[in-house]
């Protein structure tokens, strides 16, 4: 079936496809309230608490379900209709955010509430990231743009950082966090409609053979057994550690450290989206994924010296440009890792693979959001974070080491799909 596109001034592959253009419309608005929410939540936590160590908690709460559910979420993708995945979770999601805008505007919340909420909505995610990942290709007409998707995903989620923190800093100040958390459960809407109204084609029905968890060791047997994808899931879960829990320590640098409030905080947040604007937006206007390990080898190196150099400035102007530093590490480190992976692995097992990468990513960084807050309470959050960024740039220089030998085993696979004739991976 042919379907007519939107012609975009802009050269970026991904949005010639109709599907991509509606995902990418009604996404946009939902992550406004995504990022108003994630702001909120950890300034209502501190606000309640005063808890370097409540604040981890709270994020290994969040996320831990990704850790242990995503693999049979995985399992789930390859098996059933994608976008009746994704409708049930934006619609649970959604619920779930309104939950918290009552209970903050009703002005009975308590840290109880927002533990429990937040292990909800980490059981959600556990399904609508391996998803979200897999309904890429799904979305887009040719092949070729798949990287271009991938990375202007990031860019998605990443620039409504560029303002709605800040946004919500000022009506977290002005009028409280619960209007954050009606607005982020009003956003669901669009990208729900978005989802609605695509033109797919029909997804090949697998017959599935062996129970959940044969399907589960399966998975795990072909990601962890080609060393390429090995590589690439322990270095980001590793980052995940040791790196991306630092916005968990973020609200203590901007009141007892920069002295500042929750607009500080907003802007903080917004300076790293910026840096991830700019690594997205780089990614999405590549033609090709040959060449990507090198940046997957660099990134941690990046977002680890910005990681070290925030944690010991004590001037505001300085802190943001090295979250920008971060943000554009982080996002070359995911996206690139995302793309490579996606490239690589087979239709079969996509679900899987995707649902273990989400398990590398987002299942990791609850231990490390409660690892940064012990270490906060104990070590101070300025020691908390140096450390973590130097464990970065050790993974730097460990992945580069292995590279050369990843190349050459990339490099037929490359040939196979007409990617690589005859230069470097």
């Known amino acids: 079936m042919t379907k007519k596109s939107i012609n975009f001034p802009i050269g970026i592959p991904a949005l010639k496809s109709r599907n991509y253009q509606l995902f990418f419309a009604g996404q946009g608005i939902s992550l406004i309230g995504t990022w108003m929410t994630q702001v909120a939540t950890i300034w209502l936590v501190y606000q309640l608490t005063n808890s370097a160590l409540l ?12 850790l242990f559910l995503s693999p049979f979420g995985g399992v789930l993708v390859d098996r059933w209709n994608t976008r009746k995945i994704l409708v049930t979770t934006q619609v649970l999601a959604m619920i779930q955010s309104l939950a918290l805008a009552v209970l903050a505007l009703t002005h009975t919340i308590s840290i109880g509430h927002i533990i429990f909420l937040s292990l909800l909505q980490g059981v959600i995610n556990a399904l609508d990231a391996p998803a979200r990942q897999t309904f890429v290709p799904e979305m887009i007409e040719r092949k070729a ?11 998605l989620v990443n620039g409504g950082r560029l303002v709605d923190p800040a946004i ?23 990208v729900i409609a978005a989802l609605l109204a695509m033109r797919l084609k029909s997804k090949p029905k697998t017959t599935p053979t062996g129970s959940a968890i044969e399907r589960v060791k399966a998975g795990f047997v072909y990601a962890f057994g080609f060393p390429p994808i090995r590589a690439i899931l322990q270095l980001l879960a590793l980052f995940s550690l040791v790196a991306m829990p630092y916005v968990t320590l973020l609200p203590i640098f901007a009141t007892k450290i920069l002295k500042g409030d929750a607009h500080t905080l907003g802007f903080i947040m917004a300076a790293s989206g910026i840096g991830a ?8 206007t590549r033609k090709s994924v040959v060449g990507l390990g090198n940046v997957i080898a660099l990134a941690p190196a990046v977002s680890g010296v910005g990681i070290v150099a925030f944690g010991v400035s004590r001037t505001l102007w300085f802190s943001l440009l090295m ?8 996002i070359l480190l995911i996206s690139s890792s995302n793309i490579l992976i996606q490239t690589l692995v087979e239709d079969d097992k996509r679900g899987r693979v995707m649902s273990i990468f989400t398990m590398s990513f987002l299942g990791i960084v609850p231990f490390g959001n409660l690892l940064a807050g012990i270490s906060a309470e104990r070590i101070g959050a300025t020691n908390t974070l140096v450390v973590g960024g130097a464990l970065c740039i ?3 220089i460990i992945f580069s080491q292995q590279l050369p030998t990843l190349r050459r085993i990339v490099r037929p696979v490359y040939q196979k799909i007409g990617l690589l004739p005859s230069a470097d991976a």
């Open 55 to 66: 604040l981890g908690v709270v994020g290994f709460i969040g996320q831990i379900p990704s």
């Open 145 to 155: 743009d798949l990287a271009s998707a991938i990375a202007l995903n990031s860019s």
């Open 168 to 190: 919500a800093g000022v009506i977290i100040a002005r009028v409280g966090s619960g209007y954050c958390f009606l607005i982020d459960g009003l956003s669901y809407i669009a």
């Open 277 to 284: 604007l700019f690594g997205g937006a780089y990614l999405s």
């Open 323 to 330: 979250c920008f530093v971060i943000g554009l590490g982080s």
């Open 394 to 396: 050790a993974a730097t």
